[in-house]
C-alpha cells in the first residue's frame, strides 16, 4: 500500500497576508549556507524592488530562474493587478509584484519549503491537476524535461484559464519554446511572444471558449519481471536509464529481504520496486511530485507494497531509519549541473543508515562522491563501467 498523498485543495483566496506580499529588501551577503537553507534569491538590478527566496534544489539557485525574471519584467511593464494564478511558482517572485494577489502551485518540495518560509500558502500540484481557474495564469515551460512534460504543462494552463482569460507564458528559445507557442496559440485561439531578453522569451495568449487538449498519456516500460510507469517530465521515462540498470545489475546478489530499504530520489520508482520484488521494505522519496506520482502508479502496477513520499531530499522522512539506501543521485536542476543536490543525498546516508548499514550510490564516474563520503563511511568503488561507477558506503 503506498503512503498517503498530500491532499491537492486549492490555495487560500483570501485578502493577501503581510507575509505574502514580501517587503521588498535587498538580498544580504550571503555566508555559507546548508542546503536546507533559505536565502534571499540573487536579482538583476533592474528587479531590485521585488524579492524572492530560495534555496539549493530550487530552479534558478541562487538566483532566479532567467525566464521567470522575463516574466516579472514583462507584468511589470504591462501593469498586471489583481489575482494571478502562478503554475510554476518556483521562488515566489511573482508574488512581490505590486498589486498583485498570488495563487500559487508548485510540483517541486525544495520550492514548496521556499513559499511557506515566504508566507505564501501554495499547492502541491502537477500538471493536469484541477484548479480554480484564474483570469491571469502565468507558466514557465520546462522544455528541458521534454516535449510531453511541455505539451502537459500547455494543457494545463488551458484548463487553468477561462475564457476571455490571459495565459503569460514563458521559456527558453533554445528548448523549444517558439514550438510550444504554435501549439499553445492553436489551442488559445491568440497568442504572439511580446518579450524577449537573450534566448529568454514571453508569449501573451487570449483564451477562446474550446476543449483544452487532452494531457499526454503516461510512458511504461518492462525492466525484467517490472513494469514501470513514468508520467511525462519524469526522469528516464521511456526506459531504464545506463546508470540505474547498472547499479541494478550490480546489486543481482544483494540479500534485501526484510531490511528497510530507501530509494532516495525514486523517479519512476524501479529501485524502489526492484527492492520491494525481492522482499525489501521500500521506501521512495523524491523532491518531483510527478515523479512520487509515477512510483506510486508502478508499486500498484506490479502488486507491490511501499511507502510513498513527496520529500526535499530527507526532509519528509521524520524518524525513520534504514538498513540500505538505493540510489542513483539528481546533479542536474533544470538546465544547470548543480552537485549540492547530490552532495546532500550523499549526507542523507550518515543520518539515516543503521549501524552497519550501507548506501550504495551509481554516478557519473568524473563526479568526485568519493570525497563527501569520508569521515564517517568505508568507502568501496564497487564497479566503474560505460563512464559510471557504484559506490559502495558502509556506516563505521
Not at 516574466?71 to 510554476?88: C, F, H, M, N, P
Not at 550490480?250 to 530509494?263: C, E, I, N, P, R
Not at 538546465?335 to 543525498?345: C, I, N, P, S, T
Request: net charge positive; hydrophobic share 40%.
Amino acid at each position: 500500500m503506498t503512503g498517503p498523498r498530500k491532499p491537492t485543495s486549492q490555495p487560500s483566496r483570501s485578502p493577501k497576508p503581510k507575509s505574502q506580499q514580501l517587503k521588498l529588501r535587498r538580498p544580504e551577503p550571503r555566508a555559507a549556507a546548508g542546503y536546507f537553507q533559505i536565502l534571499p534569491a540573487a536579482l538583476p538590478p533592474r528587479l531590485a524592488r521585488l524579492t524572492a527566496l530560495t534555496k539549493p534544489g530550487v530552479r534558478g539557485a541562487p538566483d532566479v530562474d532567467a525566464a521567470q525574471v522575463l516574466l516579472a519584467e514583462t507584468l511589470l511593464k504591462a501593469r498586471i493587478k489583481g489575482e494571478v494564478l502562478d503554475l510554476s511558482a518556483m521562488g515566489g517572485l511573482i508574488a512581490s509584484l505590486p498589486g498583485v494577489t498570488l495563487r500559487a502551485a508548485e510540483g517541486s518540495a525544495p520550492a514548496l519549503a521556499v513559499l511557506q518560509a515566504a508566507g505564501i500558502n501554495a499547492v502541491a500540484a502537477i500538471p493536469g491537476d484541477p484548479l480554480e481557474r484564474a483570469p491571469t495564469v502565468t507558466l514557465i515551460l520546462a522544455g528541458d524535461r521534454g516535449n510531453a512534460y511541455a505539451q502537459a504543462q500547455v494543457s494545463w494552463a488551458h484548463a487553468c484559464t477561462p475564457p476571455g482569460g490571459i495565459l503569460y507564458l514563458a521559456g527558453d528559445r533554445d528548448k523549444g519554446f517558439d514550438r510550444y507557442v504554435r501549439a499553445a496559440g492553436a489551442a488559445f485561439g491568440s497568442g504572439e511572444t511580446i518579450a524577449r531578453d537573450g534566448g529568454m522569451r514571453v508569449a501573451k495568449l487570449v483564451r477562446r471558449p474550446g476543449p483544452t487538449p487532452p494531457q499526454p498519456p503516461a510512458e511504461t516500460y518492462k525492466y525484467e519481471d517490472l513494469k514501470v510507469v513514468a508520467l511525462p517530465g519524469v526522469f528516464s521515462a521511456g526506459k531504464a536509464d545506463k546508470a540505474t540498470a547498472l547499479l541494478l545489475r550490480t546489486l543481482d546478489d544483494l540479500d534485501v529481504s526484510g531490511k528497510a530499504v530507501l530509494d532516495l530520489g525514486c523517479g519512476a520508482g524501479l529501485i524502489g520496486a526492484w527492492a520491494a520484488r525481492r522482499g525489501g521494505m521500500a521506501t521512495l522519496t523524491d523532491a518531483d511530485l510527478s515523479s512520487v506520482r509515477s512510483a506510486e502508479q508502478t508499486l500498484a502496477a506490479n502488486q507491490l507494497t511501499g511507502e510513498t513520499l513527496h520529500s526535499d531530499v530527507d526532509a519528509a522522512l521524520g524518524e525513520r531509519r534504514f538498513d540500505l539506501i538505493l540510489s542513483n543521485p539528481p546533479f542536474h536542476v533544470g538546465r544547470g549541473v548543480v552537485l549540492d543536490v547530490a552532495a546532500e543525498f550523499l549526507k542523507t546516508a550518515e543520518r539515516r543508515l543503521k549501524p552497519g548499514g550501507a548506501a550504495y550510490y551509481v554516478a557519473n564516474d568524473f563526479l568526485p562522491y568519493e570525497k563527501l563520503l569520508t569521515g564517517w563511511a568505508s568507502v568501496t568503488e564497487v564497479v566503474r563501467e560505460s563512464g559510471f561507477k557504484v559506490l559502495r558506503a558502509e556506516r563505521l
